[in-house]
């Protein structure tokens, strides 16, 4: 199993371009999420999904975009690049409760937004 | 709304001496309790995790942590540090009604010789 994998690992944007961070896992897990990550402030999650064709905001949802149209998949779009979007993005993937939520994480997209 | 406290955003030990990171939580129903540890430039892997049962848990890389719940506290320990666990530590809190985790602010180790 490759667990959860993201692309780019790195992106440089210019302000106002869009773009799509990938991320997919191949362990049939229910939930997924989009979290960011800055100093000092732990992980903030972005958006999260409980299965394909459900999605719902989180704490810091403003600037991003997601959809799950399939179990494995969960892009990331951000509409207009902003440079406080610069920041590390993780994706991460469980099962539900019978399993305790344990979230397994991917490697993380840096974004630096100029 | 859950929220999760970490005590000291840097912590320093000697090699070979006792970690302690303190993680405090709030929750309004029995929580799922997380630690997750980040080495540089990398994703989160977790180290432990309390659901039910048994209040001490037991992690990877000789990692523990006591559910107390009169005190709202996760704390996680180690009897002696090795370099290798200079890293970032995460503290994390999830129930069954909300859908998300919540994550503390972290705490860096660093190990000294």
């Known amino acids: 199993n490759a667990g959860v994998t993201q692309t780019p690992k790195f992106q440089v944007l210019k302000t106002g371009q869009s773009m799509t961070l990938q991320c997919a896992q191949d362990?049939?897990?229910?939930?997924m999420s989009w979290y960011r990550q800055d100093p000092g402030m732990g992980l903030r999650l972005i958006h999260y999904?409980?299965?394909?064709?459900?999605?719902d905001q989180g704490e810091v949802p403003n600037g991003y975009n997601v959809s799950r149209s399939t179990t494995e998949d969960f892009p990331l779009r951000l509409l207009s690049a902003a440079p406080s979007q610069t920041s590390v993005y993780f994706c991460?993937?469980?099962?539900?409760?019978?399993?305790?939520?344990?979230?397994?994480f991917g490697p993380g997209t840096r974004l630096t937004v100029t | 709304a859950q929220s999760v406290t970490q005590l000291g955003s840097h912590v320093s030990v000697s090699e070979g001496a006792l970690v302690l990171l303190r993680c405090n939580y709030s929750s309004s129903v029995p929580p799922y309790l997380f630690w997750y540890v980040q080495y540089p430039n990398q994703g989160l892997q977790l180290l432990l995790k309390?659901?039910?049962?048994?209040?001490l848990v037991k992690g990877i890389n000789g990692f523990e942590a006591e559910f107390k719940k009169s005190e709202t506290s996760f704390h996680l320990t180690k009897p002696s540090a090795h370099m290798s666990d200079a890293a970032e530590y995460f503290c994390a809190v999830r129930n069954n009604y909300g859908q998300n985790f919540v994550f503390g602010p972290g705490t860096r180790l660093s190990v000294l010789p």
């Open positions: 999904s409980v299965g394909a064709g459900i999605t």
């Open positions: 991460a993937s469980s099962y539900g409760r019978l399993a305790g939520y344990e979230q397994y």
């Open positions: 362990m049939n897990h229910e939930y």
């Open positions: 309390y659901t039910t049962g048994a209040t």
